[in-house]
Structure formats: structure tokens, C-alpha cells
């Protein structure tokens, strides 16, 4: 079974809302990095937003600051995604990813080497369709 399970993908109008959710199911220790990253079809996996789960540091791509909220829930062990003002290209499928650093690496940094170069643990997925 994956670490993480998001669920809360669903097909929704331009203009909407979604909240998304990510159970942590395998502890990976109280001082850690967790993330929302999503892929289009036939694109490149991007980092959405981020945040340090003993700091509450968070960062999000440019393109969804201001409509997107990351957050969390220690005593459910629950991470989350709040969508607002969903547009077209927010569709992609959304994975959360978890792992034990010292500080979230920054966007540039994940855009630059991948998602994967600084988080083992993923979930495997859930969809998000926004139509115009």
C-alpha cells in the first residue's frame, strides 16, 4: 500500500472549488517536508505547493498563488489541498509526497531536479478535471 492516499479529485467547472486530501499512512517522523505536485497529460510532473510541517513555512507555484491553500491536520495526520477559482489548466492528476528534511526545498529548486529527488514517499494519485 502507498504511504500516502489523496483523495477529493472530481470533475468541476471553471470557477470552482476543490479540497483534496492526503492520509499519511506510514509515520516518517514529526520534522518533515510535505507537497501537492500534479501532471497534465504529456507534461512534466510540477510542484504546487509546499509546506514545512514544523515551521508552517509554506510556498506555492506562481501560477496558483492566491487560489491555493496548503494545510494540515497533525492529530489526523492529514494534508491538504484547498482549490479555489479552478481554471482549465489547474487539470492534471494531483500527488502528495512527504519525506524528512530539514526545510522544504524551494520550487525553483524542485522544478529544476524533480519532485522525486527530494521526496521518497508518494501517494498514487487523484484526478482533478476542470472544464470551461
Known sequence: ???LVES???SVQAGGSLRLSCELLQYTGRRKCMAWFRQAPGKE???VASLNTRSGTTEYLDSVK???TISQDSAKRTLYLQMNSLKPEDTAMYYCAADRLWGCPSMTAVQARGGSAFFRYWGRGTQVTVSS
Do not use: T
Open 1 to 3: 500500500q502507498a504511504p
Open 8 to 10: 477529493g479529485g472530481d
Open 66 to 68: 492566491g487560489r491555493f
Open 45 to 47: 510532473r510540477e510542484g
